[in-house]
């Protein structure tokens, strides 16, 4: 877009600061994913950035972190950071593959597509609303129908692949919202990379 950015990259040794503009959040397995949420819990400047507004983007088990528990294939519940109304169990078997769905997110027209590969099942309560109807894969939970989650200023979606590489709508809505309206790019490449994984699950 030619826009002037600084990417902070926050690890386990850096707090966590509430002063940027748009935050990011990915996956991990269980044990790098405990660590991510007593950091979170430790240093607040995520739940602070979001309570003033500023976008978050959480993908895959990120949704899990920051609900209010989560189950570990083990068993063990762990306590998250409570910025999302929903809760994670271990499902029977683990969901992997191609998903496309239909964003129900005000701001987005355009077909939703990306990778999955999680076990955790994930309900939404009442203050959160699905980001998306599943078309075709699991999402959430296997059965649902609906991926994700919105709630205030977080976004959070079980596609990844790379998610927003894959929905440059969604990458632009979240981007708006620290620049202002942003009008479409049309590039080829990207056109390309849609129509063929948006066709993939009927290949499969």
């Not at 269980?30 to 991510?36: K, P, S, W």
């Not at 999402?139 to 976004?155: E, H, K, L, M, P």
């Not at 590039?187 to 063929?196: H, Y």
Request: hydrophobic share 40%.
């Amino acid at each position: 877009r030619g826009i002037d950015a600084e990417v902070v990259e926050i690890t386990l040794s850096d707090a966590v600061p509430s002063s940027l503009d748009l935050y990011t959040l990915g996956g991990a397995e269980d044990y790098a994913q405990r660590l991510a949420t007593k950091h979170l819990l430790r240093y607040p400047g995520l739940q602070e950035a979001a309570a003033r507004g500023a976008p978050v983007l959480a993908i895959c088990a990120a949704i899990q972190v920051l609900g209010y528990w989560y189950e570990t294939s083990l068993g063990e519940r762990v306590d998250g950071v409570g910025m999302l109304d929903l809760t994670t169990s271990p499902q029977d078997k683990r969901t992997i593959g191609e998903v496309v769905s239909e964003p129900l997110l005000p701001g987005l027209t355009q077909r939703l597509t990306g990778f999955e590969n999680h076990r955790g099942g994930t309900v939404l309560g009442p203050a959160a609303s699905p980001l998306a109807r599943v078309i075709s894969g699991a999402g959430n939970r296997a059965g649902d129908g609906i991926d994700g989650a919105v709630q205030g200023s977080v976004i959070a979606t079980y596609l990844h692949g790379p998610c927003l590489a894959r929905n440059p709508e969604l990458a632009d809505l979240l981007l708006s919202r620290v620049v202002g309206e942003l009008a479409p790019l049309e590039i080829d490449e990207v056109a390309l990379l849609r129509r063929e994984r948006l066709a993939a699950p009927r290949r499969a």
